[in-house]
């Protein structure tokens, strides 16, 4: 897993002793910074702009309080240096991320959310992470002190976008979020094949910022990386190339592919019982929640292989051609018509097991078709927990 896959909340001082001693370098998702940011105009509006540049390029991540190397001229290179001080003094860092938190609030259109962290460094200095996604609504402004910025991030450095670039950037984003959210709802509404009856599950993960033939389908990182998908239900199968891209087939005639465009698709029969007479089949639509959040948290992987990154969207529909009855325990459980269903397009910020409270939203809609409140395998604050 990545540095940019893995949630702040679990980062910890060896995780940013592992970044220094691999020498990576500032990069349009990357900054370090050696100092907090100064507790003046000056300070609030630098911090303000740097949030914003990670939004209106690709999103990124701030690190405060890991020094960069100098040159002979004493000029920045953008590499961490392994001999320096780690960490800040800060006294109340939770504090320092809470006022972080609310000047974005304040002070950046449109609403952009960001992930702060505190990382302990031992002798009462801490790393302050920020971590800011690629924003589907750019381009964001910073309105401060009655002046209006647009910036942005090219390489290591920021600079303030020009009225053609605002416009660019706006019309791209909007285009590019349309055609992915078509592509997906196209895969979803597909008409399936039905085997043995069985409900038909299909699920969708497409980045967002897609293009054709963006993926290398012969690089042996991506066919691996297929192969050893972790899904549920089922080990590693071995890949098989298509005209649709590369195609796994599992032990229940589960699919699992790889296009071209990056679009990641699973068709899975649901695990279902025929019932006596012909009266339909039952299953547990705990199976649902539990295939869906698989996909999403296994894809970091399939991901950084084939080069693609967040945000995503993902699509889900069910699909029944007879009776089904759907049971949440051992009860006779209750009868539905069959039909098929076709569920909101879904904006996903990060992947991973840090989109299980995205994920919750999406499968809190799917269990209330059934007549229930919400989804029984996540926690009240979106954590994953299984089905119960």
Not at 90 to 112: H, K
Not at 288 to 296: F, G, K, P, T
């Amino acid at each position: 897993m990545t540095f940019e896959d893995k949630q702040l909340s679990t980062l910890t001082e060896q995780d940013i002793l592992a970044l220094i001693a691999s020498g990576r370098r500032e990069s349009a998702i990357l900054e370090y910074k050696s100092e907090l940011y100064e507790p003046n105009d000056h300070g609030n509006r630098e911090f303000l702009l740097d949030a914003c540049m990670f939004a209106n390029t690709s999103g990124g991540t701030l690190l405060i309080g890991i020094p960069e190397l100098r040159d002979a001229d004493n000029k920045a290179t953008g590499l961490p240096d392994p001999q320096a001080v780690l960490g800040v003094n800060c006294a109340n860092p939770e504090q320092t991320l809470l006022t972080f938190e609310s000047r974005v609030v304040e002070a950046i259109d449109e609403r952009l959310p960001i992930e702060l962290f505190s990382i302990a460094c031992g002798h009462n200095r801490c790393v302050l992470a920020m971590r800011v996604p690629n924003s589907l609504a750019k381009p964001h402004r910073v309105r401060y002190k009655g002046h209006t910025y647009f910036p942005s991030r090219r390489e290591r450095h920021r600079y303030e976008l020009d009225a053609r670039e605002i416009k660019d950037l706006a019309m791209r984003t909007a285009s590019q979020s349309d055609r992915a959210e078509t592509t997906v709802r196209l895969m979803i509404e597909r008409q399936v094949t039905f085997e043995l009856g069985a409900p038909i599950l299909v699920a969708s993960l497409l980045p967002v910022f897609f293009n054709n033939f963006v993926v290398d389908l012969k690089k042996e990182a991506v066919f691996n990386a297929l192969a050893t998908f972790p899904l549920a239900g089922g080990g590693s199968h071995i890949p098989n190339h298509s005209v649709d891209g590369l195609i796994r087939l599992g032990p229940r005639n589960d699919a699992l592919s790889l296009a071209h465009n990056g679009l990641i698709k699973l068709r899975v029969p649901i695990p279902s019982k025929h019932l006596s007479g012909g009266s339909g089949v039952r299953f547990y639509p705990t199976a649902i929640d539990v295939y869906v959040r698989s996909l999403v948290a296994g894809a970091p992987a399939l991901f950084e292989a084939a080069s693609l990154s967040a945000p995503a969207l993902l699509g889900v529909s069910l699909w029944t051609d007879e009776t089904y009855v759907v049971a949440y325990d051992e009860t006779a459980g209750t009868a539905f018509p069959a039909r098929n269903h076709t569920f909101p397009i879904l904006p996903l910020i990060t992947l991973g097991p840090s989109a299980d409270p995205q994920v919750r939203n999406l499968c809190d809609l799917i269990h209330q078709i059934f007549g229930r409140s919400g989804s029984p395998c996540f926690t009240a604050v979106g954590q994953w927990r299984g089905p119960r």
